[in-house]
């Protein structure tokens, strides 16, 4: 029989709870639903006002992966879900996971969680704009960070503040907390710091896709700030060998940062690692700390 457990209030059917999810450790599916409670209040400080789309791996990381945008079937009438008009469908609606219940239901699904730039009720207006640093073998984090360090201080200079989180996965993320800004402004923004990044450090930085121009650099992923895309939420488990989470790190940790293993967190490191550090990434969360894109003007 399928336990019932009673979140504020909520029935919730948690299934398959000693399902091995995660072979090369064993970790469980009722491990991910622990990890998930524990960390609730972090997370959902991320994602509690934006849509959602759900990387789903039932069968853990070595089986089908596939992306939910739509409220999958059978999702219960109390889970809130908004507007996300697409070209496709018109009355396209996504799930907001806005509470714990929320977060339970959706965890029970075994998902990575995935969310825009901008809040729900707001679509194209970015409040925040997305770094994604991903390495191009032989390339590690280790070259990610490197080329964070210079991003960082190329956006103090405009006046913006950047917060640095592990991808999960290989790669690093800068996310910069912003007045509210139409998203094809931060997007253009994002190139052009891409491409200036290129010039400044043509030895490891690329702006460009291209798989011929990225071995052994960094590519600068400034299509993450298009109205449309999403990016791995803080916090969220993802479908690895081993049950990695995007994790925000000190400014510290990434300028000490001298091989990959230095910045691979697993579900086991963030209750240390929030008793120690608080949320490190609440502050790009923040609307107090959100600032206007330069040239963005009223």
């Not at 901008?118 to 080329?147: F, H, K, Q, Y």
């Amino acid at each position: 029989m399928t336990p019932i457990t009673l979140v504020e209030g909520r029935r919730i059917a948690l299934s398959n709870l000693d399902k091995v999810l995660y072979p090369e450790t064993g970790f469980t599916k009722g491990e991910v639903l622990h990890y998930y409670a524990t960390v609730a209040e972090p997370l959902l400080a991320q994602i509690h006002d934006r849509a959602v789309s759900f990387l789903r791996y039932p069968d853990g990381p070595e089986g089908q992966l596939f992306f939910t945008k739509n409220p999958p079937p059978g999702t219960p009438d109390w889970v809130r879900t908004t507007p996300v008009p697409r070209s496709e469908d018109p009355s396209a609606t996504q799930v907001v996971v806005a509470d714990l219940p929320t977060l339970m239901w959706s965890a029970n699904l075994v998902v990575e969680f995935h969310v825009h730039q901008w809040p729900a009720g707001s679509p194209a207006v970015a409040d925040r704009m997305v770094l994604d640093l991903d390495p191009g073998p032989p390339a590690t984090i280790v070259e990610c960070c490197a080329a964070a360090l210079w991003l960082r201080d190329r956006l103090a200079a405009d006046g913006l503040d950047a917060h640095a989180k592990t991808s999960g996965s290989k790669g690093l993320h800068l996310a910069v907390p912003l007045e509210p800004t139409p998203s094809e402004r931060v997007s253009a923004y994002a190139k052009r710091l891409a491409q200036e990044a290129e010039r400044a450090l043509p030895d490891l930085v690329v702006h460009r896709m291209a798989k011929a121009l990225r071995p052994g650099k960094v590519f600068v992923d400034h299509s993450q700030n298009a109205a449309a895309k999403t990016t791995a939420a803080a916090y969220t488990l993802r479908a690895r060998r081993a049950p990695t989470v995007s994790t925000p790190v000190t400014w510290d940790e990434v300028e000490a940062c001298r091989t990959p293993a230095g910045l691979v967190f697993l579900a086991a490191d963030i209750a240390p690692r929030l008793d120690r550090h608080g949320d490190l990434f609440a502050a790009a969360a923040d609307p107090a700390r959100a600032r206007p894109l330069p040239g963005a003007g009223p």
